[in-house]
T-cell receptor, first 117, second 112 residues
Framework: GAGVSQSPSNKVTEKGKDVELRCDPISGHTALYWYRQRLGQGLEFLIY????????KSGLPSDRFSAERTGESVSTLTIQRTQQEDSAVYLC???????????????FGPGTRLLVL | QKEVEQDPGPLSVPEGAIVSLNCTYSNSAFQYFMWYRQYSRKGPELLMY????GNKEDGRFTAQVDKSSKYISLFIRDSQPSDSATYLCAMSPRGGRRALTFGSGTRLQVQP
């Protein structure tokens, strides 16, 4: 089956513009995560969706960042009024999200490379 | 100070060498430890998953966790050029169905 897909693969934007990034999780995965990876850095957690529960937004760096997910399908990450420090790779992951899923694996997409000029 | 520290490398070894990759961490609540491999311009893929202290072996890969020292390791035996990638350690207090805390990654180059 298909893995996690993300679009666009690359995005170049001007400072101050809004951008929207899309993630299609693996079919049947109820848990979805967004991470940010700056050049030469590890992944930073941004937000986590689990089924119909309220999302864990504790990793969002500012109120310019928001994300939505409709049911157990596609998610979009929106960055408003982009800044140069937002330049990074934005990675999406999904997992089964079963109860007691302490040993679940997060499967990552290829990421969207965002460059803010 | 970062919660998870990882030497960025790069680490260059000849083909066939044993590779040792390490991470240290400060949060004693971490109980689940993972190693991901990331090829250039790709998303990370899970290599090893361990819970609490101890060793786990899978083919040429061995993961070790020493919670008393807050130190984890990944060993790669008989390294191959195809192992050339960035290796990221990740950990969580509550397993994979939660946000993971990642190290910055170690870039490994295996020379043929």
């Amino acid at each position: 089956g298909a893995g996690v897909s993300q679009s666009p693969s690359n995005k170049v934007t001007e400072k101050g513009k809004d951008v929207e990034l899309r993630c299609d999780p693996i079919s049947g995965h109820t848990a979805l995560y967004w991470y940010r990876q700056r050049l030469g850095q590890g992944l930073e957690f941004l937000i986590y969706f689990q089924g119909n529960s309220a999302p864990d937004k504790s990793g969002l760096p500012s109120d310019r960042f928001s994300a939505e997910r409709t049911g157990e399908s596609v998610s979009t990450l929106t960055i408003q009024r982009t800044q140069q420090e937002d330049s990074a790779v934005y990675l999406c992951a999904s997992s089964l999200g079963t109860s007691g899923g302490e040993k679940e694996t997060q499967y990552f997409g290829p990421g969207t490379r965002l460059l803010v000029l | 100070q970062k919660e998870v520290e990882q030497d960025p490398g790069p680490l260059s070894v000849p083909e066939g060498a044993i590779v040792s990759l390490n991470c240290t961490y400060s949060n004693s609540a971490f109980q689940y430890f993972m190693w991901y491999r990331q090829y250039s311009r790709k998303g990370p893929e899970l290599l090893m998953y361990t819970y609490s202290s101890g060793n786990k072996e899978d083919g040429r890969f061995t993961a070790q966790v020493d919670k008393s020292s807050k130190y984890i390791s990944l060993f790669i035996r008989d390294s191959q050029p195809s192992d050339s990638a960035t290796y990221l350690c990740a950990m969580s207090p509550r397993g994979g169905r939660r946000a993971l805390t990642f190290g910055s990654g170690t870039r490994l180059q295996v020379q043929p």
